[in-house]
């Protein structure tokens, strides 16, 4: 069974459409995440986590560094993030309500539909950004990106 840790990683790789293999994954990985929260985790930290680092395959996080890669996946903390992994799974992603972006994968399009007769075309890029690809009675326009992390109902 997976881990609330790995099913953080993974959902970490999706998000960016990206598997953490070299060391330029991590120093891109590090990046983002301070693009996304402005919080620093070091490439050494990420490596340790991941088990790229032989020696270090049971190494474990601080919450402060679970906490910003929960952020980094779309929650609010590593609290949040281990509760949706414990009580809901992974596969509850999107329900009458919400959506949640962390479950999406780079290249996902959603159709949003509100009054007076508007609707926008959107395509999920990675990490929390979206493109317009279609707006009818929107401000929005096509090409116009956003960062959004939860789509509520």
Known sequence: METAIEALKTKIEKTLGREMKTPRDFDF??????????????????????????????????????????????????????????????????????????????????????????AVTIRFEGMDLFSVEESINSKLSPGDIFHVNYIVN
């Open 29 to 118: 990985l590090s990046a983002r995440i301070y693009g996304f929260t402005k919080v620093h985790i070091s490439t050494t930290t990420l490596k340790r986590l991941w088990g790229y680092l032989q020696k270090e395959q049971n190494h474990k996080p601080q919450l402060f560094t679970l906490d910003t890669l929960a952020k980094t996946a779309g929650y609010i903390d590593w609290k949040a993030f281990k509760h949706n992994f414990d009580e809901e799974g992974d596969s509850d992603f999107i329900n009458n309500e919400s959506l949640k972006v962390s479950a999406l994968m780079p290249g996902d399009r959603i159709r949003l539909l509100w009054q007076p007769n508007r």
